[in-house]
T-cell receptor, first 111, second 113 residues
Framework: NAGVTQTPKFQVLKTGQSMTLQCAQDMNHNSMYWYRQDPGMGLRLIYYSASEGTTDKGEVPNGYNVSRLNKREFSLRLESAAPSQTSVYFC??????????FGQGTRLTVV | QQQVKQSPQSLIVQKGGISIINCAYE??????FPWYQQFPGKGPALLIAIRPDVSEKKEGRFTISFNKSAKQFSLHIMDSQPGDSATYFCAASKNTGFQKLVFGTGTRLLVSP
């Protein structure tokens, strides 16, 4: 039972490079989310997808784009990475107003 | 603007003691208050959650106390164990049909043997 799977687990980028973080869930959840976690700041919502075919901005969307490819997959793209985007990124999924399940995270360093 | 304020930032408790972590929220529309537990290198996992129609919820050694009028809720860990050493996050969301959580800043708990 995989749950929420994120790839890659670690990534180092140079400033200005682009990359896509992948996320897939096998729990048939409608909603999916991308959070970033920074020391002393908790988890902050970047983008979310309430259902397949919809996406919306969260608290810190600048510098990111997302794609809800299908019900299972929700990707996060950094078009031009900046050092301020060094963080741990978590994908999550869930049903309406119940528990959110998180992936293992992607540790991204931008140099 | 921090909608959910969590304290303390870190906590050291002796084995067998009680760990208490507090959170306060601002938005009265919030109606779901979960606590997440995170071990190093792992994603957060739901520990226990409460809705505002009850003032307390207990699951094993973990209890949430909820004070709607004060807009505060807290996590109590009874008989704390070294295996409880982790980072704990409180969170809140409102019923919009999906789970858009607002997290506190986290508390790093260390339970000493």
């Amino acid at each position: 039972n995989a749950g929420v799977t994120q790839t890659p687990k670690f990534q180092v980028l140079k400033t200005g490079q682009s990359m896509t973080l992948q996320c897939a869930q096998d729990m048939n959840h409608n909603s999916m989310y991308w959070y970033r976690q920074d020391p002393g700041m908790g988890l902050r919502l970047i983008y979310y997808s309430a259902s397949e075919g919809t996406t919306d901005k969260g608290e810190v969307p600048n510098g990111y784009n997302v794609s809800r490819l299908n019900k299972r997959e929700f990707s996060l793209r950094l078009e031009s990475a900046a050092p301020s985007q060094t963080s741990v990124y978590f994908c999550a999924s869930g049903r309406a107003n119940t528990e959110a399940f998180f992936g293992q995270g992607t540790r991204l360093t931008v140099v | 603007q921090q909608q959910v304020k969590q304290s303390p930032q870190s906590l050291i408790v002796q084995k067998g003691g009680i760990s208490i972590i507090n959170c306060a929220y601002e938005n009265t529309a919030f109606d779901y208050f979960p606590w997440y537990q995170q071990f190093p290198g792992k994603g957060p996992a739901l520990l226990i959650a409460i809705r505002p129609d009850v003032s307390e919820k207990k699951e094993g050694r973990f209890t949430i106390s909820f004070n709607k009028s004060a807009k505060q809720f807290s996590l109590h860990i009874m008989d704390s164990q070294p295996g409880d050493s982790a980072t704990y996050f409180c969170a809140a969301s409102k019923n919009t049909g999906f789970q858009k959580l607002v997290f506190g800043t986290g508390t790093r708990l260390l339970v000493s043997p």
